[in-house]
Each structure stands twice: as C-alpha cells, then as structure tokens.
C-alpha cells in the first residue's frame, strides 16, 4: 500500500463531512442528516448508497455502488436517475442554502460523472438528455471556474451540456449554433473588457440568420443592465440558475423577453433587480 493509500484508508469521511457552524446551524450534522437532503435522498438500495457517495464527493464509493448495483441487474437508467441525479440534487440544495462550497459542487460533480460513465457503459450508449445546451467562456478570457459550474449543474439535471472550453472566439461559438442548434446558450466572462464578447456574438448570430431562445450570460464583471442593451441575452445570477432556465424553455416555450421580466418565479428565489 503506498503512503497516500494509507493516509486515504485513515480518513473519517463521517468527521470530515460533518458541518461545525454550531452558533448559526445549531449542532453539528452531517450532510446526509439534513432535513431538506432526506426528503431528496432515496430510501431504497442501491440507490441510497450512491446518492450518499455523490452527496459526499467520494468517487471511488460512487463507482463501487454503482458498478455493484449494475452486477445485480439493476436497470443503468434506474441507477442514473434515482441514484447519482438524486445524489446532485441533494448537492444543489445544499450549495443553494450556502452549506457546500466550489470544492464540495467539483468533488461531487466528479463523482457523479464517473458513475455516469459506468452506467452508460453498461447502458451500451450515452443516456437520454433533456436537450442541448452550448456552454462558452468568451473570447480572450481565461477564466473558467463560473462555466464548469454551469456545465457540471446542467449535466446534473439531464441536459447535453456542450463545453465549448474558454477563450472561444466568437466565430466558434456562432459555428456551435450551427451545428447543435441549442435549446439555449451560456456565456461567462470575468472582465469587462472580455464580456464585450456577448453582443459581438449576438450580432454574428443575427448577421448568420441564427437565433437561440435564450443566451444565459454572467460572472465576474457582468452586469444586468449591459447583459440586457442586447436581444437574446439574460443576465445570469448563479451557475445553478442554468438548468432552470433551460427547464422553463423546454417545457414552458419561454422566451428570452419572457425570462427576464419572470427570472425570480422561474429560479424560484428573489432575486434583486439589480446585483
């Protein structure tokens, strides 16, 4: 066994997980025994122990219950649906009421993909998506913390999220309309200077004859009032918005026009007119 094995195999993920904040949340818990996570989690096997390894970031026990519950004939579309997205929507809503950070969503967002691909694998094909998304960080920005977050939460909640990577010039990302015709596009950019990327593509878009329901634009610099000088924009509050966004296009035929002035209904929380 070598040293880091060791020092893994000493690890008390029950100690680590636990939440310590005892003045604001009361006594310490772990995230599993959160009220609003046990209503999320399943209660049955194997799908329980799999939402519970996503839930706690731990890859290598997500894998291990999904590959033993694939080797019991369990359906890969059951384990994919009522283990590890159950397991991501604990996530969300534990990151929503501010109890997980960046590095819980990644840890979690990781485990979950892993055990998608031995789920697929079994499958024989990719699974079923709600829909397509193209996802960018804009030309000559580096910055790309905010769009793997919004790609992680949109894979999360079943779409066919297209990473476009960052620093994508404008002409790609008219290309990736093109050639996927997304149900809505996200754009993020840390700087002002780069979030001028946004129009520019809109312009390309329109020049091209393209139109997408909804481009989703945020991060960093961004403000609303600039992300709506433009059509086809929305000013993006928080990465988790996304999936939701893309929900109310999908199933509600909602138009960019219609998300800006219902962005609070459709996300389900206030959100300020101006950030």
């Known amino acids: 066994m070598s040293y880091k094995e060791e020092l893994e195999s000493k690890i008390d993920q029950d100690f680590v997980a636990v939440r310590y904040n005892v003045e604001l949340e009361g006594p310490a818990i772990t995230p599993e025994n959160d ?18 390894a996503v839930l706690r970031g731990d890859t290598e026990e997500a894998v291990s219950k999904v590959k033993e519950g694939l080797s019991s004939d369990v359906s890969p579309m059951d384990i994919i649906n ?5 397991g991501m929507d604990a996530v969300n809503e534990l990151y929503t009421k501010g109890f997980y950070f960046l590095p ?13 691909k031995e789920s697929e694998e ?32 949109l894979r999360a909640n079943g779409y066919n999220a297209i ?17 996927y015709k997304p149900l809505f596009m996200t754009g993020t950019a840390l700087m002002t200077t780069t979030m001028t990327a946004f129009p520019k593509v809109v312009e390309e878009l329109e020049k091209n004859g393209l139109e997408v329901p909804a481009i989703g634009c945020g991060g960093g610099s961004v403000r609303k009032d600039f992300v709506e000088s433009f059509p086809m924009s929305v000013y993006g509050v928080e990465a988790y918005h996304a999936p939701k966004l893309a929900d109310s296009i999908l199933k509600d035929k909602k138009t960019w026009k219609e998300i800006r002035k219902e962005y609070s209904d459709i996300v389900g929380e206030f959100v300020p007119e101006y950030d």
């Not at 996570?37 to 329980?48: F, G, N, S, T, W």
């Not at 009522?82 to 159950?86: A, D, P, R």
């Not at 476009?164 to 990302?173: S, T």
């Open 35 to 52: 009220p609003d996570v046990q209503a999320i989690l399943p209660k049955d096997e194997p799908y329980r122990s799999i939402a519970r």
């Open 104 to 116: 819980d969503l990644m840890l979690s967002g990781d485990s979950m993909m892993e055990g998608l």
């Open 122 to 153: 079994a499958l024989g094909h990719k699974s079923e998506t709600k829909g397509t998304v193209v996802s960018f960080v804009a030309e000559g920005d580096p910055h790309d913390i905010g769009k793997n977050l919004v790609v992680m939460f």
């Open 82 to 86: 009522n283990g590890l997205m159950k």
């Open 163 to 179: 990473d476009l990577g960052r620093d994508v010039p404008n002409e790609e990302v008219v290309n990736a309309v093109k050639e």
